[in-house]
Nanobody
Framework: QVQLVESGGGLVQPGGSLRLSCAASGRIFSIYRMGWYRQAPGKQRELVAIVIDGGSRNYADSVKGRFTISGDNAKNTVYLQMNSLKPEDTAVYYC?????????????WGQGTQVTVSS
C-alpha cells in the first residue's frame, strides 16, 4: 500500500511564504513523477508544479518565479516552496505521484492541505 502525506498548509498574509511537503511511503520500487495540484472553490483542479524523474521541472504560468518544486529522493519527499503568495493562490493543494511498486504502476494522491492567503 502506498500513501502520500502532505503537510505545511495554513493561513498566510499576501506576500508571505509557505512550504509544503509530501512524503510517499509504502512498498515503493521507484517514483517517476511527483508534483502538486490545487483546487480552489468552484474551479477545476489544476497543475501547479511537477518534477519528473531525471530532474525536469514544469510550472503553471501563474506561479512561475514565485514557487519552487524540489525533491529528496532518499526520503521519497517532494517540497513546494511558495513565495510572494497572492489571494488567488488560495486552494486545497494536493500532492500527486507516479509510483512503481513491486507489483504495479500507479497514480497516487494525497489527502490535500489547505492554503489560505488573506489579510
Amino acid at each position: 500500500q502506498v500513501q502520500l502525506v502532505e503537510s505545511g498548509g495554513g493561513l498566510v498574509q499576501p506576500g508571505g511564504s509557505l512550504r509544503l511537503s509530501c512524503a510517499a511511503s509504502g512498498r515503493i520500487f521507484s517514483i517517476y513523477r511527483m508534483g502538486w495540484y490545487r483546487q480552489a472553490p468552484g474551479k477545476q483542479r489544476e497543475l501547479v508544479a511537477i518534477v519528473i524523474d531525471g530532474g525536469s521541472r514544469n510550472y503553471a504560468d501563474s506561479v512561475k518565479g514565485r514557487f519552487t518544486i524540489s525533491g529528496d529522493n532518499a526520503k521519497n519527499t517532494v517540497y513546494l516552496q511558495m513565495n510572494s503568495l497572492k489571494p488567488e493562490d488560495t486552494a486545497v493543494y494536493y500532492c500527486n505521484a507516479g509510483i512503481l511498486t513491486p507489483t504495479t504502476r500507479g497514480d497516487y494522491w494525497g489527502q490535500g492541505t489547505q492554503v489560505t492567503v488573506s489579510s
